[in-house]
């Protein structure tokens, strides 16, 4: 059986909550598997129509709990890293909703804030990240002068034999191999190993023998090493986390880890690797979700044969909703709605573009094929782990993260927050604020695609009966497309959530003090 996963942690080896209470006690392993652009839509447990089978993915819902309700910080990739490692919302950061490319940085993860990693880290754990990194980081050109923009000219000035600052090894994590943005579409196609790129990039990326379809358009002519085969990559680092795996089931038994494994699956282009090309019935795109399936398959077969599975909490997830093309294409060619049952995609703040999968697998604490309808984020990871592994967090660290563990163990059903952040790529011009069934989104528009402009896009556009308003007010219980805006029927809620923000925004949090 094959199937899929789009972000995983795991937290392992935990009999025992209370990290203080014994010094018997057995702190949890924890492992991330976080996908990239994979949808809601995209795993056949939360939509029976998807065209590709994820066979993996459904049974890991299956041995724990399905969230239907969570969401990632923001609509692209770099600020929902930064809010998952951090607990904190990016758009309260210095260029906050910026996505880094080829040499951009510096990190967003500032030298003295609290991370995922760095608090595991200090609890005894071993943490080690493989994959995308993409939260920035500074090469050094050959004067010894920082290097923090995108595009061929600043690759081309990178000196190689000078260390990487800023990256996973100064943000909490011992180990890293992977990429500094995304693997497949930058700049620079480059394998990170520690502080080093161990073999530098010499050439142009030849695209000449590279598959060429409707999901094969995103990958820029950059800098290509030796060594970096764009249609293996997934699998790079998938055999990079197992030999992690296997490497401390023999040398560190007894001491936890964190392994952070960030996929390049699904981002475009859609280059599955050679063994999964044709392997659905869906297209390159759905090749590579499968793939993705296999690789979460292969993590979780790799715990249970070293017997770490029954010690690891595993939750998975996905960085934001699914790229234009792939959503476009995917409809059009094969019926299948990545999004669905959702109003938006990759970069907009409806539903679409951040509600994403969320699964959690925990034996022996976690009832088998539970679900849950409370409404979560992504940085909420950070509080749980702190909770699970008996941690307090400062008041200066994740800001905006919130102890899930009462949920997982279903020993309440209050709600765990008392309202939800979302942001655009945009950063402060694209807020969004959810309190139980009503959502603010604070501006006009998607807040990130342009439907009126762009051809792909303009036949999904709905009618906007209420054009004059300058944000948009839903009820998701009765309208959950957001086909219907109540700013003006709705004022008084419009100006609570709108206060909530205010305040949120004034205070630096949304977690209690």
């Known amino acids: 059986m094959w199937k899929i996963i789009t972000a995983v942690i795991i937290l392992g080896s935990a009999f025992e909550l209370q990290a203080n209470e014994s010094d018997d006690e057995v702190l949890p392993n924890i492992l991330v598997i976080l996908a990239d652009d994979l949808g809601y839509g995209d795993v056949g447990c939360y939509n029976p129509a998807s065209r590709v089978p994820t066979p993996h993915l459904d049974h890991l819902a299956e041995q724990g709990m399905r969230f239907l309700d969570a969401h990632s910080p923001c609509t692209v990739c770099t600020p929902t890293r930064y809010g998952l490692l951090t607990g904190q919302m990016p758009f309260r950061i210095p260029r906050g909703g910026r996505v880094f490319t080829g040499a951009g940085g510096p990190s967003l993860i500032a030298a003295d804030r609290l991370t995922l990693p760095q608090m595991l880290k200090d609890a005894g754990y071993s943490t080690a990240c493989f994959g995308k990194w993409h939260v920035g980081l500074t090469f050094f050109d050959a004067q010894g002068e920082p290097i923090h923009k995108g595009g061929l000219e600043e690759v081309r000035r990178i000196d190689y034999s000078r260390d990487i600052v800023g990256g996973p090894l100064d943000c909490g994590f011992e180990q890293f191999f992977g990429t500094a943005c995304c693997p497949t579409t930058d700049w620079l196609y480059a394998w990170i190993d520690g502080r080093k790129v161990p073999v530098p990039p010499q050439q142009i990326l030849d695209k000449t023998d590279l598959p060429k379809h409707p999901y094969s358009l995103d990958n820029r002519p950059g800098m290509v090493a030796d060594d970096f085969d764009l249609e293996e990559v997934d699998l790079k680092i998938l055999s990079k986390s197992q030999q992690f795996l296997i490497d401390h089931a023999e040398k560190q038994p007894d001491k936890p880890f964190f392994l952070f494994h960030s996929t390049q699956a699904v981002h475009l282009p859609s280059f599955p690797a050679k063994a999964f090309q044709g392997k659905t019935q869906a297209g390159p795109h759905g090749d590579f979700i499968f793939e993705l399936d296999f690789i979460v398959g292969e993590l979780m077969e790799t715990l249970d044969r070293l017997g770490m599975a029954d010690n690891t909490i595993v939750i998975f997830t996905s960085d934001n909703g699914p ?133 792909k896009l303009k036949p999904f556009q709905l009618p906007n009966h209420a054009a004059s308003a300058p944000a948009q007010l839903y009820d998701l219980t009765n309208d959950p497309g957001e086909t219907t805006n109540l700013f003006f029927t709705h004022r008084e809620k419009a100006n609570e959530l709108q206060g909530l923000l205010d305040n949120t925004m004034k205070t630096g949090r949304s977690r209690p003090q």
């Not at 679900?371 to 990871?381: K, N, P």
């Not at 008041?395 to 927050?417: G, N």
Request: net charge positive; no cysteine; hydrophobic share 40%.
């Open 323 to 455: 790229e234009v093309d792939a959503i476009v294409n995917m409809r059009k060619d094969h019926e299948h709605d990545g999004a669905r049952p959702w109003r938006g995609i990759k970069r907009d703040n409806w539903e679409g573009g951040h509600r994403v999968p969320f699964l959690v697998r925990w034996p022996g604490k976690i009832a088998a094929g539970s679900v849950s309808d409370q409404m979560i984020s992504l940085t909420d990871i950070m509080a749980t782990a702190a909770s699970i592994i008996g941690t307090a967090l400062p008041t200066t660290a994740a800001e905006d993260s919130f102890d899930l563990l009462p949920i997982l163990q279903q020993k309440s059903t209050e709600p765990v927050r008392p309202f939800l952040l979302m942001q655009g790529f945009r950063n402060q011009r694209s807020l969004v604020i959810r309190k139980d069934n009503w959502k603010l989104m604070a501006h006009q528009g998607s807040g990130g695609n342009n439907y009126e402009k762009s051809a």
